[in-house]
């Protein structure tokens, strides 16, 4: 097995229970696009194809790449694509919709994250592996320690749930803290919205946690797609919400971020 490379945030996981658990969550069906993110060592791919998925497999190590062609390149189902995850779009691969499975590296698993959002609308359902910490900010709720942007990001175009915990001893090398895997199943929540500007505004909010959203947006308005706003026009926004101008970020609830959005779009 080749060695793994802290530059890239490599764990390759070991344990062939824990890959056949991952495997059967996305529910295959034979002839089905799944695009594995991350392939490794291969011990997710070997169980995709044998399942008799057409499998596209998108790796940026070019060690891991020269042994998983020598494994699997032979085969009709499999394509494998040397390239920065984040700098693929499915679409231009062909897919119109596809199933989604990999231990995300941890230096990078936000990123991923957001990579899903963007192409939402291709991606049946995705099977992965994070940090459990990430895994508990993905799933957080109002008023809770790890409740933040990517909180609400993922919240509004997924339904997240967490299907079971993976401990360090089966992974190489062995991380210093668990992982969790989860399902997100598109949930669209919100209608058609400049993603971009959404994405700007929630950091807005979320950028001094422990200060009033006022502040947060007041400061930090201006990197919103060149937006400012107002102390006044903001604390107008809450009160039609409903909400006291004190109010700090992590108060509000998914609805609350959407609705006070949608006004600042007006």
């Not at 194809?49 to 940026?60: M, P, R």
Request: aromatic share 10%; glycine share 8%.
């Amino acid at each position: 097995m080749p060695a793994p490379k802290k530059r890239f945030g490599q764990n390759f996981l070991t344990d062939p229970r824990k890959a056949d658990s991952l495997v059967n969550a996305l529910n295959i069906r034979p002839g089905e696009a799944v695009l594995e993110v991350g392939p490794g060592t291969g011990i997710l791919t070997e169980r995709i194809l044998k399942a008799g998925a057409n499998l596209t497999a998108v790796e940026l190590d070019r060690e891991l790449i020269s042994d998983l062609e020598n494994r699997f390149g032979g085969g009709p189902n499999f394509r494998l694509i040397e390239r920065d995850i984040i700098k693929v779009n499915p679409r231009e691969l062909g897919f119109d919709k596809l199933k989604v499975i990999g231990n995300l590296p941890y230096n990078i698993s936000g990123a991923i994250v957001e990579w899903f959002i963007e192409y939402h609308n291709v991606i049946e359902i995705a099977v992965i592996t994070v940090q459990k910490e990430v895994a508990a900010r993905l799933k957080a709720s109002p008023n809770s320690r790890d409740y933040g942007a990517l909180s609400i990001m993922a919240q509004s175009f997924f339904d997240i749930k967490r299907l079971f915990d993976i401990p360090p001893g089966c992974f190489s090398p062995k991380p210093k803290v668990f992982s969790t895997v989860l399902s997100l199943m598109p949930d669209k929540k919100i209608g058609e919205i400049d993603y971009p500007f959404f994405r700007d505004f929630v950091r807005a909010c979320f950028s001094q946690k422990r200060k009033k959203l006022v502040n947060s947006l007041v400061a930090r308005g201006s990197e919103v797609a060149g937006k400012e706003f107002g102390k006044t026009q903001i604390e107008n926004y809450l009160a039609t919400l409903g909400k006291k101008d004190d109010i700090r970020a992590e108060q509000l609830t998914l609805r609350d971020f959407l609705e006070l959005y949608n006004l600042t779009r007006d």
